[in-house]
């Protein structure tokens, strides 16, 4: 059984935000790096949509998180406290963050994304040429790079996929190299 059909048993056939049935999809919550049910969830495309692009939310379409905020899945428990924290300023969606509950694990997970956070706070990754960097994207070494603790040395032109931002420092970000996760300092990366 696939990753799709693993998500529509879990969910019953329903999007796990807001139970509708109507154009479902696979929605990775990053930054977990291990996707998979663990790490995923299915979600409408409405409510995809409303999560990637902040612009677009139509604050009553998130009234649903009422109830998805109670599911025994981290994936949906972090996506509903994201999207609670982004609407917080609403009222509504204060009181409900302040009844919900997220393990040490599950709230780190939650918070990594940045949600929450006044912009002013907000750490923002930047790449070697000013382009700003988001979890999941790509990136091109522009120098050859040595590994601490390891003989490996990391060649200029290296693509890294995927890459993890650091949550507490601006220069620092996470990608694997061959099959090693190695921290890298943004001066050193052009986005792709």
Same mark, same amino acid.
């Given at each position: 059984?696939?990753?799709?059909?693993? &998500?529509?048993?879990? !969910?019953?056939?329903?999007?796990?935000?807001?139970?509708?049935?109507?154009?479902?999809?696979?929605?990775?919550?990053?930054?977990?790096?291990?996707?998979?049910?663990?790490?995923? &969830?299915?979600?409408?495309?409405?409510?995809?949509?409303?999560?990637?692009?902040?612009?677009?939310? $139509?604050?009553?379409?998130?009234?649903?998180?009422?109830?998805?905020?109670?599911?025994?899945?981290?994936?949906?428990?972090?996506?509903?406290?994201?999207?609670? !924290?982004?609407?917080?300023?609403?009222?509504?969606?204060?009181?409900? &963050?302040?009844?919900?509950?997220? =393990? $040490?694990?599950?709230?780190?997970?939650?918070?990594?994304?940045?949600?929450?956070?006044?912009?002013?706070?907000?750490?923002?990754?930047? =790449?070697?040429?000013?382009?700003? &960097?988001?979890?999941?994207?790509?990136?091109?070494?522009?120098?050859?790079?040595?590994?601490?603790?390891?003989?490996?040395?990391?060649?200029?032109?290296?693509?890294?996929?995927?890459?993890?931002?650091?949550?507490?420092?601006?220069?620092?970000?996470?990608?694997?190299?061959?099959?090693?996760?190695?921290?890298?300092?943004?001066?050193?990366?052009?986005?792709?």
């Amino acid at each position: 059984m696939g990753l799709l059909e693993d &998500l529509k048993s879990r !969910s019953g056939g329903k999007c796990e935000i807001c139970a509708a049935t109507a154009n479902l999809k696979i929605y990775e919550v990053l930054p977990k790096t291990t996707g998979g049910v663990d790490g995923s &969830l299915l979600g409408c495309d409405t409510c995809i949509t409303q999560i990637e692009n902040p612009d677009t939310v $139509d604050v009553n379409h998130w009234r649903c998180l009422n109830d998805s905020m109670w599911s025994e899945h981290p994936p949906v428990q972090v996506v509903a406290w994201r999207m609670l !924290s982004r609407l917080k300023s609403e009222g509504w969606p204060q009181d409900l &963050l302040d009844m919900m509950y997220l =393990d $040490d694990e599950n709230l780190t997970w939650a918070k990594a994304m940045g949600d929450g956070v006044p912009e002013a706070d907000k750490i923002i990754h930047r =790449d070697v040429n000013g382009v700003v &960097l988001n979890t999941g994207d790509n990136v091109v070494l522009i120098k050859d790079l040595k590994v601490k603790g390891s003989s490996m040395v990391a060649k200029q032109g290296t693509a890294v996929r995927r890459i993890s931002l650091d949550p507490e420092n601006a220069e620092y970000i996470e990608g694997k190299v061959g099959a090693q996760q190695i921290v890298i300092i943004t001066k050193y990366v052009k986005k792709i």
